[in-house]
Nanobody, 113 residues
Framework: QVQLVESGGGLVQPGGSLRLSCAAS????????VYWFRQAPEKQREWVAH???????YYKDPVKGRFTISRDNAKNTVYLQMNNLKPEDTAVYYC???????WGQGTQVTVSS
């Protein structure tokens, strides 16, 4: 049984940082691309970043230079380091992996003063 569990969300002031984690069981991240998506209220879920099984990383333009995706193969966990957060980054963040796709339950990120 595949399970993805996100954690690390919270309330942060603009300019602050958070690190999200996506821990997996039943699927090996090192042989799968792993994606971060987010969904803001009343908006479509959108791709934010992903890391290929080879370790290449890709980012949505608005987060380039602020977000970093990484993978710890020993812990079978993918991280999303988010720096210089902005109010428009407020959303529920989800990780996705595998084919067929498996999703986590999401973690709320709120950027507000």
């Amino acid at each position: 049984q595949v399970q993805l569990v996100e954690s690390g969300g919270g309330l942060v002031q603009p300019g602050g940082s958070l690190r999200l984690s996506c821990a997996a069981s039943g699927i090996t991240f090192s042989v799968n691309a792993v994606y971060w998506f987010r969904q803001a209220p009343e908006k479509q879920r959108e791709w934010v970043a992903h890391i290929s099984k080879g370790g290449d990383t890709y980012y949505k333009d608005p987060v380039k230079g602020r977000f970093t995706i990484s993978r710890d193969n020993a812990k079978n966990t993918v991280y999303l380091q988010m720096n210089n957060l902005k109010p428009e980054d407020t959303a529920v963040y989800y990780c996705k992996a595998g084919s067929p796709a498996y999703w986590g339950q999401g973690t709320q990120v709120t950027v507000s003063s």
